[in-house]
């Protein structure tokens, strides 16, 4: 049985940060270990966008340093052809004078007292940022100009090459079926390519959580939850690179909007999803009357696009925690077990710093961001990690 010092499960973004990080922070021998490929689950699925506003604190200071790594990425992984795909067109967030206005007061000054860049917006000012979209019903708008948008899958990738130029093994199409366990403490992992041993793991299993649940015989509550994103054309007014991403918390459905292609609108919903009985990143189904719905919301604030088409769609999962926030740390239990899962959709605003302190609390570092938050024993306490 060939051994590890650290061995990795997943490489989406998450675990390929993680992998680079563990090269750079010194780790000798690592492997990772993926069903399929490089950055092919989830997080070929995600929309892209980069913001630091969060209402939870915490997430704020791992959104700020990741922001930093995305805005100077090709020297970050000391690679010159390595490329994030960022566009810097900043994030603007409205609220109407509803039950949404004092949560996102409070979420701006909680953000302006963390050293954020942030400005306070009339709806005259935002709709010079913004000529496609009205705000006659804003009652407050926030602008972040260090925010914009990027290619998960080109970080994803990005993360890997780096990880094996510092001799990182990655192995692609290789299911993990079991974590090899003995007397409490990680002793390797079984594979459909045989067992590998080591005495760490670090599982970035995302919406299949549920296997190491099951591996371990402790609880990791992770639901996995579809969403649906579209690409809305309208030669009236094309929505271009220019233009900064866009959160409607007016909007039933909480909708976020941005550039796609440099004049469609890739819009979603942040909202609660369809919950999925198996985790599964295949497509799924989008009914032409959901398609509606989210059409007529996004009319009602892009009034030109009433009468835009649909000119793409698909689909992504969110692995999905009881408070929405991720899970980061040693299981208890399980001595050598580190976990990062349930990012609820922000696992890729979050990977180059989440990344980099799972490596540090794998090689016994000092993390760059406290855990403690993020420790999966928060669920059984009550001690959840809830914003405004």
Not at 137 to 166: H, M, Q
Not at 175 to 195: A, F, M, Q, W
Request: proline fraction near 4%.
């Amino acid at each position: 049985m060939k051994s590890f010092d650290v061995i990795v499960i997943g490489a989406g973004v998450i675990g390929s940060s993680v992998a680079f990080h563990l090269a750079e922070l010194g780790a000798k021998s690592v492997l990772v270990l993926d069903r399929a490929t490089i950055g092919a689950g989830t997080t070929s699925q995600s929309s892209g966008i980069l913001r630091t506003h969060y209402s939870v604190r915490e997430n704020v200071e791992l959104a700020q340093r990741s922001w930093s790594v995305f805005n100077h990425f090709a020297s970050y992984v000391g690679d010159d052809e390595a490329s994030c795909g960022l566009v810097k067109c900043g994030y603007l967030i409205s609220a109407a004078d509803n039950d949404k206005l004092d949560p996102l007061r409070g979420a701006l000054e909680q953000q302006r007292a963390q050293g954020i860049a942030l400005e306070l917006l009339n709806a005259a000012q935002a709709r010079e940022l913004l000529p496609i979209a009205s705000f006659d019903d804003a009652a407050l708008i926030g602008f972040e100009p260090e925010a914009g948008f990027a290619d998960a899958y080109l970080v994803a990738t990005s993360f890997a090459r780096g990880a094996r130029r510092r001799g990182v093994t990655i192995r692609e199409n290789v299911d993990v079926r079991k974590l090899l366990i003995e007397d409490g403490r990680v002793i390797g992992v079984s594979t459909s390519e045989g067992d590998y041993a080591s005495p760490l793991v670090i599982s970035t299993q995302n919406i299949w959580t549920s296997e190491l649940a099951a591996w371990t015989g402790v609880a990791m509550p992770v639901v996995p939850e579809r969403h649906a994103v579209l690409a809305l054309e309208c030669d009236a007014a094309p929505y271009t690179y220019s233009m900064p991403v866009y959160k409607d918390l007016a909007s039933p459905g909480m909708l976020y909007c941005r550039s796609y292609g440099g004049n469609q609108m890739l819009v979603s919903e942040g909202i609660v999803g369809e919950a999925l009985q198996k985790s599964d990143a295949e497509q799924g189904d989008i009914p032409l009357d959901y398609v509606a719905e989210v059409g007529e919301q996004v009319a009602a604030r892009f009034p030109a696009y009433e009468t835009a088409g649909l000119a793409s769609s698909w689909t992504g999962v969110y692995d999905v925690t009881p408070d929405w926030n991720p899970v980061l740390g040693r299981v208890p239990g399980v001595q050598g077990l580190i976990v990062g899962f349930g990012f609820s959709g922000h696992g890729f605003k979050l990977s180059p710093t989440v990344g980099r302190v799972l490596a540090q609390e794998a090689l016994g570092l000092p993390t760059d961001v406290s855990l403690k938050p993020y420790d999966i024993g928060r669920f059984e306490s009550g001690a959840l990690l809830t914003g405004k």
